[in-house]
């Protein structure tokens, strides 16, 4: 496609429920990353993928986060048990090559929100 | 810690004025520099990068932004605001594959 799709838009779930958010990245690129903004914050790092690899998840709160990218192009994001404190934008972001050389092209974002 | 600082929560500025949004950084090694900006539930878009070179950077619709390695600042800048041009602004820092973005300043530019 032409940019990056995030899918839901919006998404209400109640504390404790499981959700997936999903990313499809812009057609041939190699690196996706993923952040949370937070209300009137700006995006922090969650993760980062290389094709199907996850090289860095430093960013992932818990362990409640989690992170998939099986075929190297679309991936999701999952919260298990779902807490008001992760209600947030999730943003995903796609690259040609790895790191911000080229920078980064930004989806719209799923906002979250947890009841 | 790496951290990014954007000390205006917002900035008010007069069409036809000049506006600077600022931004330092305290970010290890050499960051490559950038300014976004995100529109009422949109995504972030791309403004402008600093990677090295002049440390004049000019990008989309008319916005620069001046690199000072001393003062660890990349401040933006535009000679002639316009009302569309209001909007959040986010600058961040790219280190090994990992943006550190500031909290962001909204610009208001009224007619």
């Known amino acids: 496609g032409a940019g990056v799709s995030q899918s839901p838009r919006y998404k209400v779930a109640k504390r404790g429920q499981d959700v997936a958010l999903r990313c499809d990245p812009i057609?041939?690129?190699?690196?996706l990353f993923w952040y949370q903004q937070a209300l009137g914050q700006g995006p922090e790092f969650l993760t980062y993928?290389?094709?199907?690899?996850?090289?860095?998840k430093s960013g992932l709160p818990s362990d409640r986060f989690f992170a998939e990218r099986p075929e190297g192009s679309v991936s999701t994001l999952k919260i298990q048990r779902t807490q008001q404190e992760d209600s947030a934008v999730y943003l995903c972001?796609?690259?040609?090559?790895?790191?911000?050389?080229?920078?980064?092209?930004f989806g719209s974002g799923t906002r979250l929100t947890v009841v | 810690a790496q951290s990014v600082a954007q000390p205006e929560d917002q900035v008010n500025v007069a069409e036809g004025n000049p506006l600077t949004v600022k931004c330092t950084y305290s970010v290890s090694g050499n960051p490559y520099l950038f300014w976004y900006v995100q529109y009422p539930n949109r995504g972030l878009q791309f403004l402008l990068k600093y990677i090295t070179g002049d440390n004049l950077v000019k990008g989309s619709y008319g916005f620069e932004a001046e690199f000072n390695k001393s003062q660890t600042s990349f401040h933006l800048k535009k000679p002639s605001a316009l009302v569309s041009d209001s909007a959040l602004y986010f600058c961040a820092a790219a280190l090994l594959n990992k943006f550190y973005f500031g909290s962001g300043t909204k610009l208001n530019v009224k007619p």
């Open positions: 993928f290389q094709n199907e690899a996850q090289l860095d």
């Open positions: 972001a796609s690259s040609l090559a790895g790191g911000g050389i080229d920078g980064y092209t």
């Open positions: 057609s041939g690129h190699v690196s």
